[in-house]
């Protein structure tokens, strides 16, 4: 089984608008934490948000937020407001394992920000 | 502060050739990861360094793969005889501390094409 799916390919969002990226994951561990990153076409990737799997609340960072949904084992990223600087890959990670030692990513979801 | 510093940036090789990459970490950084990403797809962890020691090394292909950490500050991935499928993205990646939490800050990455 994946350990992280993404199921969206890529999507396309317009200007200003909010936009879902879905990702779901499967681990056995009572700990982990959730990751996304965006990657540009420059190849370089960085970190968005973070999300533990003990943490209370939905993580947030700026524009972006995480809907974190643990029975359901699934960890959405949120852009609201989209810009155009926007359009990347987006990937979902996952830390397992003692000491967070096994990190999983997903296979990415190509966003599109429409003008 | 600088980011994480890869080179070269590109290398084209022939195959059966040998490879090497070199990366810098984020100054006080104690672990560093390299990983490997196939076109199209998420990165995979080849291996972890805590300080100068090999924490996890379990997906990198020992036959043709090595790996050092001197001083356990800068690092070289090394691939020898390269083969056509080895053609990919190498990122290095380095982080503060342990446990999981803690972000990881990659390079712009070594794109390598073996012919």
């Known amino acids: 089984a994946q350990k992280i799916t993404q199921t969206q390919p890529g999507m396309f969002v317009q200007e200003k608008e909010a936009v879902t990226l879905d990702c779901t994951y499967d681990t056995s561990d009572p700990s982990y934490g959730l990751f996304w990153y965006k990657q540009p076409s420059s190849g370089e990737m960085i970190f968005l948000i973070y999300q533990g799997s003990y943490d209370q609340q939905n993580a947030t960072e700026g524009r972006y937020s995480l809907n974190f949904q643990k029975a359901r084992k699934s960890a959405n990223l949120v852009i609201s407001a989209s810009q155009l600087g926007d359009s990347a890959m987006y990937f979902c990670?996952?830390?397992?394992?003692?000491?967070?030692?096994?990190?999983?990513f997903g296979t990415g979801t190509k966003l599109q920000v429409i003008p | 502060e600088a980011g994480v510093v890869q080179s070269p940036r590109y290398k084209i090789i022939e195959k059966k050739q040998p490879v090497a990459f070199w990366c810098n970490p984020i100054?006080?950084?104690?672990?560093l990861y390299w990983y490997r990403q196939n076109l199209g797809q998420g990165p995979e962890l080849l291996i972890r360094?805590?300080?100068?020691?090999?924490?996890?090394d379990s997906q990198l292909p020992k036959d043709r793969f090595s790996a050092e950490r001197l001083k356990g500050v800068d690092s070289t991935l090394k691939i020898q005889p390269a083969e056509l499928g080895d053609s990919a993205v190498y990122l290095c990646?380095?982080?503060f501390g342990q446990g999981g939490r803690e972000t990881q800050y990659f390079g712009p990455g070594t794109r390598l094409l073996v012919l």
């Open positions: 990670a996952m830390r397992e394992g003692r000491g967070y030692q096994k990190v999983t």
């Open positions: 100054s006080g950084h104690n672990t």
């Open positions: 990646a380095s982080s």
């Open positions: 360094y805590e300080n100068e020691e090999a924490v996890d």
